[in-house]
Each structure stands twice: as C-alpha cells, then as structure tokens.
C-alpha cells in the first residue's frame, strides 16, 4: 500500500512551489550529501521497479535504475518495449499495466511513445506510474531536476529570465520546464525557434494565464545576452512530419564558443541531452555549461522521487 500522499508522477502542474521547496528538492539534497558519503541508506529494499521504455533513452533509464539500486530496490527493464515486450503482439498498454502489478512490482517508470500514455497507464494502475516522457508531451522528472539545477546555480527560482532554444513544438523537457517555472514568481520566458517549430499554443496560454512573461524569436542573439539560463534542444527529428525540416539548421539555434561570449559572466547553459550539434563539445571547458550537473542532479531528484512514491 501506497502511504505517500503522492502516488504518480505524470505531469508537472501537478506539484506546487511548497513542495518542491520543502519536501522534494530537502530530500534530494539529503540523498546527493549521503550518496557522496557512501551511505545511501537501502529504504527501498525489498521493493522492485519497472522500467518500461517504449522509446530510446541513455540518462533517464539509467538514472532510474541507478536511483532505485543505490535505494536497494530491484528493478526490471524491458528496453525497447515497442519492439521486444508483448506491445508487438497486440498487447494494450492496460492489459501489460495489469501484468506488472500483478507480478508484485512496487511501481512503473514508463516512457511512452504516445502523448498520455503515462496518464493512461495511471488510470488502470495501483501502483505508482512515474511518467519519464510520454512522446511530444511531458518530461516532469527532466524539469524537476533541471529545476534543481537551477536551484542549486542561483538559489532562488524567481526572477529569472529563462530562454528555450530550438525544435519547441517536440521538446516535452521544456514544456514540463515551462509549466515548473510558473510555479515561481517574476519569471520570463524566451521562446527561441523557428516559425514552424514554435513551443504549443496550449502551453502558452497556460503561460499566460499564470501571469508569466513570454516572448517569441527566431534566433538565439536576440534573447541570449537577456538570459539567466539558456536552454538547447535538439531537433526531434523522429517526431517530424515526412519531408519536414529544421529550418536552415542549427545557426541560430545553437551555442558554439563564439556566441558563449555574448552570454552573460553568471548566466549558465543548459540542455537535456543528447546533443546533436546545438551545443558543441568544445563549450564543455566553460563552467557555465552545467549539462552533467544536470545529469548528476537527475540522479538524486530521482531517488528522492522514488522514496517518495515508495515509502
Ligand atoms: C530528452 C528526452 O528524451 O525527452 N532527453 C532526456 O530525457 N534526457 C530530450 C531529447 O530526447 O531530446
């Protein structure tokens, strides 16, 4: 049986600012100081974690097994779940929610190729769902640690100016991003893309409706020298329409040394990853690139997370 109050992870409107302040970002910060100790505590053990990922991913499936290992809970992946699970014989997304809770496993982690799929899979589920990206939708664990990340830069999550670059209308990061930073107060947004990829309607009327600030432009130079934090992504290309393009390329969507001048001295650069040539390896020598900071950090916001739903 579930105790925490908090039983899926699907979305980010679903948390507000005391939480993450009080309860999420303590905990993880607690287990970032005993993981670096060597003494992260087994809370989770006898406890087991699903891992079903039905599209590709590095960082979060492995944060998400390295989170709940270092716990001491067990965990199962199926990688690949489109082509090697029983979806491939016709199996509904309901039904392989069924089987895994009958199979005695404590909670999910599920990365969906279908926008709802992790709402979807909550709503036949007893055991908690944590969505880690549901197509061209959410991505609410990325935001909460991309939010850390940023908590732990500037130690205040208002009045910042926050810039999102490049393929908008497929970045689930920076739409769970975008909806995390109107929790906070006197914070503005710069959309950077090109017309056809621009961040979704809904999004920005959500936006607006919380009263956060937002602009739109084309290219990175006209918002880089404004921003407290820069943040890439790379093209979705899987996500494209046949014959669809990104614009005329990574120009004026990317940071090489060149445009890191422009960026000011305590400003920081942020993206998902991967990296695909919006922000080349050679920026990696400036401190200002935290994108392994945010890698790092994602393994404690996920642990913290899991302790969360779990106990
Ligand atoms: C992102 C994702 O999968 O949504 N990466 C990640 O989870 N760290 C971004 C991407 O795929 O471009």
């Known amino acids: 049986m579930v105790k925490s109050k908090l039983l899926h992870i699907l979305e980010a409107q679903q948390f507000d600012r005391s939480w993450i302040e009080k309860t999420l970002f303590p905990e993880a910060e607690k287990l970032r100081k005993q993981f670096f100790r060597g003494k992260v505590k087994p809370i989770l053990k006898g406890k087991s974690v699903c891992l079903l990922f039905y599209e590709p991913s590095t960082r979060t499936r492995l944060s998400f097994q390295n989170a709940a290992l270092l716990l001491g809970a067990n965990v199962a992946a199926t990688e690949n779940a489109k082509e090697f699970s029983s ?40 055991i908690p769902i944590l969505n880690a990206g549901d197509a061209g939708g959410q991505h609410p664990t990325q935001a909460l640690l991309d939010l850390f990340t940023l908590y732990k830069h500037f130690g205040k999550l208002d009045g910042l100016t926050i ?21 906070f107060k006197r914070n503005k947004i710069i959309f950077v893309s090109p ?16 009263g956060v600030q937002i602009e739109e432009v084309t290219k990175i130079s006209d918002a880089i020298e404004k921003s407290d934090m820069v943040y890439l992504t790379r093209p979705q290309k899987e996500r494209f329409k046949k014959g669809e393009t990104f614009g005329s390329g990574f120009k004026d969507y990317m940071i090489d040394l060149k445009m890191l001048e422009k960026l000011p001295k305590k400003s920081i650069v942020m993206d998902p990853l991967p990296r695909v040539g919006e922000l080349p390896e050679e920026v990696d020598i400036d401190k200002r690139v935290v ?14 997370l899991l302790k969360l739903v779990l106990t």
């Open 87 to 126: 979806a491939v014989k016709g199996e509904s997304l309901s039904d392989t929610i069924k089987v895994v809770h009958s199979l005695g496993y404590s909670a999910i982690v599920i990365r969906s190729d279908v926008e709802g799929g992790a709402r979807e899979a909550a709503s036949v589920s007893k």
């Open 163 to 183: 810039s999102f670059v490049g393929d908008l209308s497929h970045s689930r990061s920076t739409n769970s991003l975008s909806y995390l930073l109107s929790k």
């Open 195 to 210: 017309k056809k990829f621009k961040a979704r309607i809904d999004l920005k009327d959500y936006l607006i409706g919380k």
């Open 291 to 304: 994108i392994f900071d945010q890698v790092q950090n994602g393994l404690f916001v996920r642990m913290a």
